[in-house]
């Protein structure tokens, strides 16, 4: 099994990054995928979970209408895309693929929102 993110970075308050979360491994339309996130000092927080069939979302209300989610079901990935960022989006963003029996997570992506 791999799950490898991708996509952090240093960015303006304001600004726009886009996660990939790679696959591979396991029956990805099988899987709900979330991205998780954990700031320092701060438990690891569900950003916005997806279901594999059907693509039904569920969003931390604190970045609903900023943030968009996408899965691609041939090539195994998610994307996330985050804009107007604000500094309290800095965290390790991690991806998670769950099915009922097991949960797999990749090693995370730093994003910084900073001027």
């Known amino acids: 099994v791999r799950i490898a993110e991708s996509g952090g970075n240093l960015v303006q308050p304001g600004g726009s990054l886009r996660l990939s979360c790679k696959t591979d491994?396991?029956?990805?339309?099988?899987?709900?995928i979330s991205w998780y996130r954990q700031a320092p000092g701060k438990e690891r927080e569900l950003v916005v979970s997806?279901?594999?069939?059907?693509?039904?979302?569920n969003w931390l209300d604190s970045v609903k209408g900023r943030f968009t989610v996408s899965r691609d079901n041939v090539e195994n990935t998610v994307a996330l895309q985050m804009n107007s960022l604000k500094p309290e989006d800095t965290a390790v963003y991690y991806c998670?693929?769950?099915?009922?029996?097991?949960?797999?997570w990749g090693q995370g992506t730093q994003v910084t929102v900073s001027s």
């Open positions: 998670n693929a769950r099915s009922h029996s097991y949960s797999y």
């Open positions: 491994g396991f029956p990805f339309r099988s899987y709900v």
């Open positions: 997806i279901s594999g069939l059907h693509s039904d979302t």
